[in-house]
């Protein structure tokens, strides 16, 4: 595709509910990053992906957070149980090595718990 | 510590002022240097990479001091459309760090 493309670019869950974020990088690019930013915050990094696998998981919040990417290219990010404080845009970015490279974001995915 | 600090701003300055931002790093470690410029519930895009030697692309003009461990950006003439948050990010690791921005307004 022409960018990283995320959906859905908006979603409004319950309390408790299960969430699945999906993020599709621009073709050929090899490195897959998760941030989330809260609002007037600064981007907070999640995990990082080098084609399938996940070096560095670092940055989730918690054993609710989860992330997959198949095929080296789409990825998943999956919120269990979602609490109010989830609530934040979450942004994925490619580039196509590695971090010394200019990543390039999606729009993000707009997450409201009520 | 964090790992990357900016002052929050905002800076409000004139058509055609000259503006610089500073950004202080803690991890001695960090390679690769970056400016990113956000605009309001928008995504981040990248404005410059920051080189050891300085670099200009335009307007703007990026530093970096090792030694005392910060970058700066420097934009010259600013214009309305200028304003945004200015994001420093630094490599470390597997991961690029990002500051929480500086805000610019350019008014007329």
């Known amino acids: 595709g022409a960018g990283v493309s995320q959906s859905p670019s908006n979603k409004v869950t319950e309390k408790g509910k299960d969430v699945e974020l999906r993020c599709d990088p621009i073709?050929?690019?090899?490195?897959l990053y998760w941030y989330r930013q809260s609002l007037g915050q600064g981007l907070e990094f999640l995990i990082y992906?080098?084609?399938?696998?996940?070096?560095?998981k670092s940055g989730l919040p918690s054993d609710r957070f989860s992330a997959e990417r198949t095929g080296g290219s789409v990825s998943t990010l999956t919120i269990q149980r979602t609490q109010q404080e989830d609530s934040a845009v979450y942004l994925c970015?490619?580039?196509?090595?590695?971090?010394?490279?200019?990543?390039?974001f999606g729009s993000g995915t707009q997450l409201s718990v009520l | 510590r964090k790992e990357v600090e900016q002052d929050p701003g905002p800076f409000n300055v004139p058509e055609g002022a000259t503006v610089a931002f500073n950004c202080t790093y803690s991890?001695?470690?960090?390679?690769?240097f970056f400016w990113y410029r956000q605009d309001c519930r928008k995504e981040p895009k990248l404005l410059m990479s920051?080189?050891?030697s300085g670099n200009e692309d335009g307007r703007f003009t990026a530093q970096l001091n090792r030694a005392s461990q910060y970058i700066s950006l420097l934009i010259r003439d600013s214009k309305l459309s200028d304003s945004a948050t200015y994001l420093c990010?630094?490599?470390?690791?597997?991961?690029?760090?990002f500051g929480a921005g500086t805000i610019l307004r350019v008014k007329s």
């Open positions: 990010v630094l490599e470390y690791g597997n991961k690029l760090v």
């Open positions: 920051v080189y050891s």
């Open positions: 991890n001695s470690a960090s390679q690769s």
């Open positions: 992906f080098q084609g399938n696998s996940a070096p560095d």
């Open positions: 970015a490619s580039s196509l090595v590695g971090t010394n490279e200019k990543l390039f």
């Open positions: 073709s050929g690019h090899t490195a």
